[in-house]
């Protein structure tokens, strides 16, 4: 357990469905991350948030839509996804900018 | 070019052996981890080491950062060591982004 919770951690949509993804850190951490997983790549940055504030977007399609409430809560919401969109998409939270950071358990997505 | 290189990609050892996991960066770094992915996806914390020496059991790790290189080893292994390490680095160059490397993949056999 890190403290950084993902919801749900298996997500099956059709191509024309809206879902979201939650990510929820109790640690009093200030920044949080969006990355995504897919097969035989590299970990890649998506969204960066710091103090609630939108810090780096990463050239990421306008169907994922962040969004930080509060420092201790970030979304992804997702609408008319591709099936290479399929993905493990993982969140993460450090108490400053790029300090140690610590993952939820990523929610698989499958896009049909 | 290439920011961040793990070497080997794969590795298959027998329980019991060592290892030394390899991360090569390209510039002068701001931080650097190392992770152990399981099979469920999970990213696990072992080491954050921007410089020197650290032990944790039977893992430690070291970060030579005027030679732009971090090693990770696992001595005695055992079968739940298995998945995949990744290192992840703040370069000073990659304008505050933690880049991922593309990981060694561990398996240890009984």
């Known amino acids: 357990e890190t403290g950084v919770t993902q919801t749900p951690r298996h997500l099956v949509m059709g191509m024309t469905n809206k879902k979201s993804l939650k990510c929820e850190q109790h640690l009093g951490h200030n920044a949080m991350y969006w990355y995504k997983q897919s097969a035989k790549k590299p970990l890649e940055l998506m969204f960066v948030?710091?103090?609630?504030?939108?810090?780096e977007n990463n050239s990421v399609p306008s169907r994922f839509s962040p969004e930080c409430p509060n420092s201790s809560h970030l979304f992804l919401h997702l609408h008319t996804l591709q099936p290479e969109d399929s993905a493990l998409y993982l969140c993460a939270s450090s108490q400053h900018m790029n300090t140690e950071a610590f993952f939820g358990q990523g929610t698989r997505l499958t896009v049909v | 070019g290439i920011q961040v290189e793990q070497s080997p990609p794969d590795l298959i050892l027998q329980e019991g052996a060592n290892s030394t996991l390899r991360c090569n960066f390209s510039?002068?770094?701001?931080?650097l981890q190392w992770f152990h992915q399981n099979p469920w996806g999970q990213l696990i914390n072992l080491f954050y080491i921007p410089s020197g020496t650290k032990q944790n059991g039977r893992l430690s790790a070291t970060t030579v950062a005027t030679e732009r290189y971090s090693l990770l080893y696992i001595s005695s292994s055992q079968t739940t060591d298995s998945g995949v390490y990744f290192c992840?680095?703040?370069?000073?160059?990659?304008?505050?982004?933690?880049?991922f490397g593309s990981g060694t993949r561990l398996s240890i056999r009984p």
């Open positions: 510039d002068s770094v701001n931080n």
């Open positions: 948030y710091n103090f609630k504030e939108q810090t």
């Open positions: 992840a680095v703040d370069l000073y160059s990659s304008a505050s982004k933690i880049i």
